[in-house]
């Protein structure tokens, strides 16, 4: 008797979470219709468990073909997360140090380069604090690249490319000291870093990812969705958002950024082309279950286990500065202490963690919507938060 009262306990509660799956699902897909968010990846994880994996929408609003929670979504810069743990890994193996600084790798560079960067160093790169220019507004961008094209082939491999970008940032006038500085994020410092990690190796930045990404069984790709198979969800882009004349709501991206597009989208180039050039910084592609993976080796990490890194250097990632490090912000939000989002404007993602509560949170949709993405963070924070 007493075996059959506890079986129905258990079986009680399996039924109240999948009936609560299912409530959640309904909800989060109203906040996707309600937004004109093509699709919606997300899943939770807790205790080492991930509880809830889910993916609802389309692929391509054209095709209405829906996705599945092993499809690929482009993270943005949520690669910088991804960039600094890679950075660890090459500290702990003693080929570079937190301190090292970029003009001890690259002195050919300083004589050209403004004397206020001449001891910026890879925490500093990696966590920007180093002055340097943010590389994300257009008209700052499209400077930069007038200046950098004239100076590079189109035959140059990508690495070689960023060599020559670094170089034209590192003559521009730098931004006010970092507790002066309304907004200091620089995608130029994060790519400069990637540098430093290049040199300290002999490899490229593409090679050390792929690397960690094989030793974690990640299977990151670098790119977008589309680039890795042409069944992963699309891109999809609101003109608007990037001052495009195109009386459209959404368009489906359904070419790899490193092709040339033409017609109407043919001002899209430059900004395949800055996007190409920020890799390092934000483009990369990774399931659902595989990012929950990652964030738990963090959580993990953060709590004071050793793992693929080791307890002090997690310390390290999260903590390094106030406000952000090595790639996460920290002490932003109130039950995820460390996250970070990210978006190349056809795709948004959200990661964020608790060490204290083992809990971490992923969201990806393939779009650009912030409101969508916030309301479905709140959304799974009031039903998962706590056990």
Not at 82 to 88: E, K, R, S, V
Request: proline share 4%.
């Amino acid at each position: 008797m007493k075996l059959f009262i506890i079986s129905m306990i258990l079986l009680a509660g399996i039924i109240q979470s999948q009936d609560l799956e299912t409530i959640i699902a309904r909800q989060i897909d109203s906040i996707r219709i309600e937004h004109n968010i093509p699709s919606i990846a997300y899943g939770v994880t807790r205790n080492d468990s991930i509880i809830v994996l889910n993916a609802i929408g389309y692929k391509d609003i054209q095709s209405k073909q829906r996705v599945r929670v092993e499809n690929y979504y482009h993270v943005g810069s949520n690669t910088k997360a991804f960039t600094g743990f890679l950075a660890a890994k090459i500290v702990e193996d003693k080929l570079i140090k937190w301190d090292t600084k970029f003009f001890d790798l690259y002195p050919e560079l300083k004589n050209e380069s403004d004397s206020t960067y001449y001891n910026i160093t890879l925490e500093e790169l990696l966590s920007h604090r180093a002055r340097i220019i943010g590389f994300k507004e257009p008209a700052e961008v499209i400077l930069i690249l007038n200046k950098y094209r004239k100076n590079i082939d189109n035959s140059f491999a990508l690495p070689k490319k960023r060599y020559y970008l670094i170089k034209e940032v590192l003559k521009s006038k730098p931004l006010p000291p970092h507790e002066e500085c309304e907004n200091s994020y620089s995608n130029a410092g994060i790519i400069a870093a990637s540098l430093m990690l290049e040199q300290a190796t002999g490899e490229t930045w593409e090679c050390l990812i792929t690397k960690l990404s094989k030793d974690l069984n990640l299977g990151i790709h670098i790119g977008s969705p589309i680039d890795l198979d042409i069944n992963q969800p699309i891109g999809h882009l609101n003109p608007r958002h990037i001052n495009l004349a195109i009386d459209k709501d959404l368009i489906p991206i359904q070419v790899p950024i490193k092709t040339p597009v033409q017609g109407e989208l043919e001002e899209l180039n430059d900004f395949f082309e800055f996007l190409l050039l920020c890799t390092p910084s934000g483009n990369i592609s990774i399931t659902i279950n595989s990012f929950l993976k990652f964030l738990q080796l963090n959580i993990n990490g953060k709590s004071g286990k050793d793992n693929y890194l080791k307890y002090e250097t997690y310390k390290k990632i999260f903590s390094a500065y106030p406000f952000y490090s090595m790639g996460w912000y920290n002490e932003t939000e109130e039950i995820l202490k460390y996250s970070h989002r990210g978006s190349n404007m056809m795709f948004t993602s959200f990661a964020g963690i608790s060490s204290e509560n083992k809990l971490g949170i992923v969201i990806m949709i393939n779009s650009y919507n912030e409101e969508g993405i916030t309301k479905t963070l709140k959304l799974l924070l009031n039903n998962y938060a706590k056990e």
